[in-house]
């Protein structure tokens, strides 16, 4: 069983940064594909980005390429997500997924745990 904990979430102007961090506990960290997915209100959940266990590979929606980042240190047991240029757009909770795949899936059947989230609100 795993247990992800979201934090760094807060309220910024437009064109601002932030970094999400995302820590886990319980079960084997490196193994797992992380995500980051965000939900607006009256919204459906819509993946973010997601990174491969060794961090080869990873995997970005459209709408944040070029803006986001997704890292981790397996050592820290520690996902982050860089958030810049940030939108109004942008404004939802945001989760953090793990997962036992190999591939950093964009869909959230693909994760078998998931965080509490943390509210991300971009004013204009």
């Known amino acids: 069983q795993v247990q992800l904990v979201e934090s760094g979430g807060q309220l910024v102007q437009a064109g601002g940064s932030l970094r999400l961090s995302c820590a886990a506990s319980?079960?084997?960290?490196?193994?797992?594909?992380m995500g980051w997915f965000r939900q607006a209100p009256g919204k459906e959940r819509e993946f973010v980005a997601a990174i491969s266990w060794n961090t080869a590979n990873t995997n970005y929606a459209d709408s944040v390429k070029g803006r986001f980042t997704i890292s981790r240190d397996n050592t820290k047991r520690t996902v982050y997500l860089q958030m810049n240029s940030l939108k109004p757009e942008d404004t939802a909770v945001y989760y953090c997924?793990?997962?036992?795949?190999?591939?950093?899936?964009?869909?959230?059947?693909?994760?078998?745990?998931w965080g509490q989230g943390t509210q991300v609100t971009v004013s204009s």
């Open positions: 997924a793990a997962g036992r795949g190999v591939i950093p899936s964009g869909v959230p059947s693909g994760y078998d745990y």
């Open positions: 319980g079960g084997t960290f490196s193994i797992y594909v």
